[in-house]
Structure formats: structure tokens, C-alpha cells
Nanobody
């Protein structure tokens, strides 16, 4: 059974930082593309960042480029999202996701990703 468990969310003031983690189990995730998405209240889920299996290819949404960094530790089967200079508009539930079909391509399309975590809440106060 594939499991993705996010952690690290919380309440932070604007300008602050948080580091999200996603622990993966059930498959060899080091072979696959992984990503982060978010969903704010009343809005559709949107892509945040993605990373290929070897960290050689990363892709970011324009709204977070230069502030967020996606990384992975394949030995620990863990995906990370370092979030700096947080803004109130970053407030959302953040989800990690993994593909089991792609390893080198990174896309903002949710179609690429096959399994999803339950999400972790990030709230940025102004």
C-alpha cells in the first residue's frame, strides 16, 4: 500500500519560513517524479513544485519561484519543501504527490501524479 504522510505545517507570520516533509512508503519512490500541490479555501488545487527522481530536474509555479525550494532524500524516501518569505496568499493545505509512471519528466499537471497524501495546513498571518 502506497502511503504519503506530510508534516511540518503550521501557523507563521508573513515573511517567515516553514519546511514541509513528506514521508513515503510502499514503493521505491527514488525512481519517480514527486511534487507538491496546494489548495486554498474556495479555490482549486494548484501545482507548487515538482522534482525528478535524481533531483536533476525541478519545476516551480511562478507564484513561488525564488521563495520555495523542493528537494528529496531518496535514502530516506522523503520529499521536502522549504518555504521562505511566506505571504498570506500562501495559506493553503499542502499535499505531496508521487508518480509511479514518470521519473525524469516534471509537470504541473495533476495527471502525472498517481498517489496523494492527506495534506498539511499552512497558515500565514499578515
Amino acid at each position: 500500500q502506497v502511503q504519503l504522510v506530510e508534516s511540518g505545517g503550521g501557523l507563521v507570520q508573513a515573511g517567515g519560513s516553514l519546511r514541509l516533509s513528506c514521508a513515503a512508503s510502499g514503493r521505491t519512490f527514488s525512481s519517480y517524479t514527486m511534487g507538491w500541490f496546494r489548495q486554498a479555501p474556495g479555490k482549486e488545487r494548484e501545482f507548487v513544485a515538482g522534482i525528478s527522481r535524481s533531483e536533476g530536474n525541478t519545476f516551480y509555479a511562478d507564484s513561488v519561484k525564488g521563495r520555495f525550494t523542493i528537494s528529496r532524500d531518496n535514502a530516506k524516501n522523503t520529499l521536502y519543501l522549504q518555504m521562505n518569505s511566506l505571504k498570506p496568499e500562501d495559506t493553503a493545505v499542502y499535499y505531496c504527490a508521487t508518480s509511479i509512471r514518470y521519473g525524469t519528466l516534471v509537470s504541473a499537471s495533476s495527471y502525472m501524479y498517481d498517489y496523494w497524501g492527506q495534506g498539511t495546513q499552512v497558515t500565514v498571518s499578515s
